[in-house]
C-alpha cells in the first residue's frame, strides 16, 4: 500500500528561481583565457629553465680549479696587482712577475707615429687644349687645399687610407 504526504506550505510570497540562461559562451572565453595563461607559464618554466641550466654550467666552471693565469676568475687580482705596482712603483717586478707565470700584463700608453696614405678624388678645373693637356695641367695645378676642401665636400670620407707605423715610443 502507498502512502502519501501531505505537505502544507506557510502562508506568503513564493518566489520562483530566475530563468535559466545561456553561459556556454562565458564559459568558453573563460577556458579560453585560462588555456593563454597555461601557454604564458609553459613558457616562462622553460625560460627559467634555460637561466638554472646556465647558472649550472657557470658554476660548474667556477669550480673547476684554476690552472692558467691568465684565467678571467683572476681578473680582479691581476687589475689589483697592476693598481699597486703603478702607485708604488714596482712596475717592472710586476712586468717580469706576469711574464713568468703567464698571467695578464698591464695595458701601457703608447705614442705611435703613422704613415697615412690617402686616396682621394679631386677636381680641379683647368684650361687646355687636349684632354692630355689638361690631365697634366690639373696634376701641377692641384693643391692641399683643394685636397682638404675635397675631403670636406665629401665629409671627410677617403676612397681609401693606408697606414704604416714609422715610430712608436711608450708614455
Do not use: H
Not at 53 to 61: A, F, T, V
Not at 74 to 89: C, F, H, M, S, V
Not at 114 to 136: G, I, K, N, P, Y
Amino acid at each position: 500500500m502507498a502512502t502519501t504526504t501531505n505537505i502544507e506550505f506557510a502562508q506568503g510570497q513564493l518566489d520562483m528561481p530566475a530563468p535559466v540562461t545561456e553561459r556556454r559562451g562565458a564559459y568558453v572565453g573563460e577556458m579560453a583565457r585560462t588555456q593563454a595563461d597555461l601557454v604564458a607559464a609553459q613558457a616562462q618554466a622553460a625560460d627559467l629553465a634555460l637561466t638554472v641550466e646556465r647558472q649550472q654550467r657557470e658554476i660548474d666552471r667556477l669550480r673547476l680549479p684554476i690552472t692558467d693565469a691568465a684565467d678571467d676568475r683572476l681578473a680582479a687580482i691581476w687589475e689589483k696587482g697592476e693598481q699597486i705596482a703603478n702607485d708604488e712603483g714596482f712596475c717592472s717586478e710586476y712586468d717580469r712577475l706576469v711574464e713568468a707565470i703567464g698571467g695578464t700584463p698591464r695595458e701601457r700608453d703608447f705614442r705611435v707615429t703613422l704613415s697615412v696614405t690617402l686616396t682621394q678624388r679631386v677636381t680641379v678645373s683647368v684650361t687646355a687644349r687636349t684632354s692630355d693637356e689638361a690631365e697634366d695641367l690639373a696634376t701641377e695645378a692641384y693643391t692641399v687645399e683643394d685636397v682638404i676642401e675635397s675631403l670636406r665636400s665629401d665629409n671627410y670620407v677617403a676612397d681609401s687610407i693606408d697606414a704604416e707605423v714609422t715610430d712608436w715610443e711608450r708614455e
